[in-house]
């Protein structure tokens, strides 16, 4: 049974900074892709970052560019997603999800993903 589980969601201020992890298992880790997607309350879910598990190309969405680090154990079968300098627009529900087939110009579909974690709120308020 393939679980994703994320980890260490919260509230905190703006330009504050948290770290989100994935847990994974039921998968050969080291074999997939890893993103985090996000949700706004009364949006559209979206792209956040990806590691590539080929390459390990980093990508990033625009809007976190400079702000957001995405690391990927393979020794851990974890992701995590260091988020700094938090702005009240990252707040959003985050999905970690694991890709076994992608290519690289699908990495910012959701529609390439197979498996989804059940999602942490991030919420930056003052």
């Known amino acids: 049974q393939v679980q994703l589980v994320e980890s260490g969601g919260g509230s905190v201020q703006p330009g504050g900074s948290l770290r989100l992890s994935c847990a994974a298992s039921?998968?050969?880790?080291?074999?997939?892709?890893m993103a985090w997607f996000r949700q706004a309350p009364g949006k559209e879910r979206e792209f956040v970052a990806v590691?590539?598990?080929?390459?390990?190309?980093?990508f990033y969405a625009d809007s976190v560019k400079g702000r957001f680090i995405l690391s990927k154990d393979n020794a851990k079968n974890t992701v995590t997603l260091q988020m700094n300098n938090l702005k009240f627009e990252d707040t959003a529900v985050y999905y970690c999800?694991?890709?076994?087939?992608?290519?690289?110009?699908?990495?910012?579909?959701?529609?390439?993903?197979?498996?989804w974690g059940q999602g942490a709120q991030v919420t930056v308020s003052s």
């Open positions: 999800a694991a890709a076994a087939r992608v290519i690289v110009s699908q990495m910012r579909s959701q529609s390439a993903y197979d498996y």
């Open positions: 039921g998968i050969s880790f080291i074999r997939y892709t």
């Open positions: 590691i590539s598990q080929r390459t390990g190309s980093l």
